[in-house]
């Protein structure tokens, strides 16, 4: 990146800004330009919504601004020497900081569809839309249009400035990287050069001068310089490489998450020499979040899942691991000021490495403690400042569960407490110009820990001035202005903690010249694509007014401005990105002639509200259940302001294999045909999303475990863990040629003998396998008195002389009117359970006419009638327990 201007020492930073603390750290303006920007980098804090400005000396951090509005949101940092552009990822917000005047001074709404980006270099920004192929240039500051947007090949690859001020973009489908600069407030093509086969995907990444480009189809880099184009040849596959977007220095790296391997090229202006180094699996999944960077003659290699960076030479060799974040933290590593940061936005800290490979601990910000104060009314800041210190596996074509363009939005950790807090910014401020007045109107600031009471409005030019509104108003006129005078204004928002940083208008003049006539009422109406598919913009056109030289077009929601940025273009169209789906809008359009004279607003356009097809569902998991069965799962897609109607599950192929309603999560899925990847579409009115997409999980095999039995005389309980891995499972317990299935722990087996050592079998099935366990368990004893002897005597005289030697019946049930069980000899000793009341039976001459309708349940659950049965107790019946 281009050297930001002179390194000042962390002493002469301390008194630059007790310096400037009165006029920069306040609300009064300022035409100085604070040294504090120069020699420092902006770190981004997830959990508490700061950005932190990092002295590259010192290590330490010399201001902090809060952006409550971005709180928990993934957010992309981009500076120069002049501005911080704060993108967020999360809803498509961009903000512009003014280090000049230490405000903030422009806001645009970009989306979530769109792969967008704005780039800066100085106070020169661009905006890139890369999925469409749209470039435009935009003031730093405002963030406003400036000249006529380019439309270039779609899509587009990478994206940065380098050290000659040349923003260099890839190309694919011709094969070339161009280079950009703004000449006169427009976009020119300063440069194309032929650097790969066109249709090839490319991964690009801008150097001091020039670029790199990396042909994904082939095994051919292209190292672009002042005057020419050099070729080298990879040693490794290049179809999955990644490159971060800037390169800085001497040497480069290329990292191939497929192949798990880095390809160094030591020297890009010669090409060579070219070297390989290996990845860990953990290095590889990461790369494709954060390609590793070459520094000052070592590569630094994220691993995400450890929250390290590893250090390696550009020989090869180990040179260290950096710790900056925990397991499974995210790693953003950027070269900025002769120095490389390794982030992690979801926590405290970050490291400063310098040139020498000297690490700095950097605490980005302090937990506050557990009792947070009572809130108490402070003196407005803009940004606040700190006391400085002194310096002491292979990924497949499909990538499962794509990260959407708008990432979920995390809970703040719960070991950080969040102060109480003031409003934010309420950007960005449009002023009109007029005889002797000006027509200001601000965004809605975000509340904070409170409701916003009231907007303050501040001047310094013409003698100052200073004015205050409620907390509801999002507008003022401000007069007696002097006529020829440029003004600037700031605005800030109060609620009940203190008041809010302030948000920057751009330099104004009221002036006597008559304004522009008031243009007609625009027509506003949804966007769509070649597909004809609505693309969530809104495209606003209006007739051309005479004298205008740009137009201020503002959306309404509600009749009311503030919930959306305006915009400021040259033509007669503007494009609103990120309006809120299921909002409904209007548009007034102002007309401004070269003297900055505003007409009054137009009338309103008609309404309309936005919506288009829905967002891909999240978090799609699939799942092997069953030989054929499989499970998928989701989360709800984004309607984008209309109701979900259903979901499709698609195959890798694309073909149907299921569907449900518009509530569904989750549907079973029967396919012969083996499905390695699953993916899930959304639908509403609109039409179809995008997939979201999941590699299907094989379950692992089977497992079980016996963790203890235990016993009856009749009974053996199992205590048991099962797991099938989510696949459909079959448990049985088997124990003395008894079964049962169950896989709910405790399993019973019964029907068992008592005093009996069996061998309990456990085992679980699934179409991945099976699995088994054993165990050793004693049946108990049976309680004495319980025993009894089967008696039965033949005679010659009976009617059945061999009936007792053919043994008594044991039946099934409590009665003779089933099948024979069994046979029990005369003289056999058998214990008894407990008795019922059944079928009278009479046992003749065989046992002396003995009779009674009780019947008695053996150990192994069967049953005897009692008149075969000579008791241990005396034959008292009555004493055996009831079943």
């Given at each position: 990146m281009k050297r930001l201007g002179k390194v000042y020492p962390a002493g002469i930073v301390l008194a630059l800004v007790a310096a400037?603390?009165?006029?920069?750290?306040?609300?009064?303006?300022?035409?100085?330009?604070?040294?504090?920007?120069?020699?420092?980098?902006?770190?981004?804090?997830?959990?508490?919504?700061?950005?932190?400005?990092?002295?590259?000396?010192?290590?330490?951090?010399?201001?902090?601004?809060p952006m409550i509005d971005a709180q928990g949101h993934p957010v992309r940092v981009t500076q120069s020497d002049r501005y911080v552009i704060l993108h967020d990822l999360f809803t498509g917000r961009v903000t512009s900081i003014d280090l000049t005047r230490m405000g903030f001074s422009g806001s645009l709404d970009v989306g979530t569809v769109e792969d967008t980006a704005v780039m800066l270099d100085g106070a020169t920004a661009i905006v890139v839309d890369r999925t469409r192929g749209l470039v435009r240039p935009v003031d730093a500051g405002s963030l406003q249009s400036i000249g006529d947007q380019v439309r270039l090949p779609a899509p587009l690859v990478g994206g940065a400035f380098d050290q000659s001020g040349r923003l260099w973009l890839g190309v694919p489908s011709q094969g070339t990287a161009i280079a950009l600069v703004v000449r006169d407030r427009q976009i020119v093509v300063a440069r194309t050069e032929a650097v790969a086969t066109p249709g090839h995907e490319q991964a690009l990444t801008v150097l001091d001068q020039g670029v790199l480009v990396v042909d994904r189809g082939s095994d051919q880099i292209a190292?672009?310089?002042?005057?020419?184009?050099?070729?080298?040849?990879?040693?490794?596959?290049?179809?999955?490489?990644?490159?971060?977007?800037?390169?800085?220095?001497?040497?480069?790296?290329?990292?191939?998450?497929?192949?798990?391997?880095?390809?160094?090229?030591?020297?890009?202006?010669?090409?060579?020499?070219?070297?390989?180094?290996?990845?860990?699996?953990?290095?590889?999944?990461?790369?494709?979040?954060?390609?590793?960077v070459s520094f000052a003659g070592k590569v630094y290699v994220p691993d995400q899942t450890t929250g390290t960076v590893r250090v390696v030479t550009a020989a090869g060799q180990p040179a260290g691991t950096i710790q900056v974040g925990s397991a499974q933290t995210t790693v953003e590593i950027e070269v900025r000021e002769q120095h490389l940061f390794i982030n992690a936005p979801d926590t405290t800290t970050a490291v400063m490495v310098d040139e020498d490979g000297k690490t700095s601990k950097v605490d980005k910000y302090d937990p506050v403690p557990e009792t947070s104060p009572t809130p108490t009314a402070q003196p407005a800041p803009t940004l606040s400042p700190q006391p400085a210190e002194s310096p002491t596996g292979k990924p497949s074509d499909k990538p499962g569960n794509q990260p959407t363009k708008r990432p979920p939005s995390p809970k703040p950790s719960p070991t950080v407490k969040v102060e109480p807090q003031r409003p934010g910014p309420p950007v960005p401020v449009t002023a009109l110009a007029g005889d002797g007045r000006v027509r200001l109107s601000w965004g809605k600031a975000k509340a904070g820990s409170a409701a916003v009471e009231a907007y303050t409005v501040t001047w310094d030019e013409g003698g100052g001035g200073r004015v205050q509104v409620n907390g509801t108003t999002l507008q003022t006129t401000i007069t007696g202005l002097t006529n020829g005078t440029s003004y600037r204004f700031k605005v800030y928002a109060t609620n009940q903690v203190g008041d809010g940083p302030p948000a920057l208008s751009e330099p104004v003049t009221p002036a006597a010249a008559p304004p522009p006539g008031t243009p007609n009422a625009p027509t506003a109406k949804l966007e769509t694509d070649a597909d004809d598919c609505y693309t969530g913009a809104v495209l606003v056109s209006w007739p051309g007014v005479q004298g205008a030289t740009d137009y201020v077009i503002t959306p309404l929601k509600g009749g009311a401005a503030g919930a959306n940025p305006p915009q400021t273009v040259t033509g007669t169209d503007a494009r609103f990105a990120g309006l809120t789906p299921g909002d409904s809008f209007t548009f007034t359009v102002v007309a401004r002639n070269s003297a900055g004279a505003a007409s009054d607003a137009s009338p309103q356009s008609n309404e309309l509200t936005v919506h288009y097809p829905p967002a891909a569902p999240t978090n799609v998991k699939g799942r092997q259940t069953g030989a054929n069965t499989y499970v998928v799962t989701w989360n709800a897609a984004d309607g984008h302001g209309l109701p979900i109607t259903g979901y499709e599950i698609r195959d890798e192929d694309g073909k149907k294999i299921g569907e449900t309603g518009g509530g569904g999560r989750t549907v079973t899925i029967t396919s012969a045909a083996k499905l390695d990847w699953v993916e899930v579409v959304a639908f509403n009115d609109d039409g179809e999303g995008p997939s979201g997409y999941d590699q299907v999980t094989q379950p692992a095999a089977p497992k079980i475990a016996i963790s203890s039995t235990s016993a009856t005389e009749t009974e053996i309980t199992v205590n048991f863990t099962a797991d099938g891995d989510g696949a459909a499972a079959t448990c049985t317990f088997t124990a003395g040629g008894k079964t049962v299935s169950d896989c709910t722990s405790p399993a019973k087996i019964t029907g068992l003998s008592a005093d009996t050592q069996y061998t309990v079998t456990a085992k679980i099935t699934t179409f991945a396998g099976s699995a088994t366990d054993t165990a050793s368990q004693k049946t108990d004893a049976a309680p004495s008195g319980n025993g009894a002897t089967v008696t039965c005597t033949d005679s010659a005289s009976n009617p059945d002389p061999s009936f007792c030697s053919k043994g008594l019946p044991v039946y099934g049930d409590s009665n003779d009117n089933g099948s024979v069980v069994r046979r029990v000899a005369d003289g056999a000793y058998i214990t008894v359970v407990c008795k019922v009341h059944g079928e009278n039976q009479n046992a003749g001459p065989y046992n002396n006419n003995k009779e009674g309708?009780?019947?008695?349940?053996?150990?192994?659950?069967?049953?005897?009638?009692?008149?075969?049965?000579?008791?241990?107790?005396?034959?008292?019946?009555?004493?055996?327990p009831n079943c």
């Open positions: 400037l603390g009165a006029t920069v750290f306040a609300l009064g303006a300022t035409g100085q330009r604070p040294a504090v920007a120069d020699g420092a980098s902006w770190l981004w804090s997830k959990q508490v919504g700061e950005a932190s400005q990092v002295n590259a000396v010192s290590a330490n951090v010399s201001l902090r601004q190292v672009v310089g002042e005057t020419a184009t050099r070729k080298v040849t990879s040693p490794a596959p290049l179809a999955s490489a990644v490159v971060p977007a800037r390169t800085v220095g001497s040497a480069a790296a290329i990292t191939l998450p497929a192949e798990k391997k880095i390809v160094t090229i030591g020297d890009v202006a010669k090409g060579a020499p070219v070297a390989t180094m290996s990845l860990t699996p953990a290095e590889a999944q990461a790369a494709t979040q954060q390609p590793a309708d009780h019947w008695l349940k053996l150990t192994d659950g069967n049953w005897i009638s009692w008149v075969w049965l000579r008791f241990d107790n005396g034959d008292d019946v009555e004493a055996l």
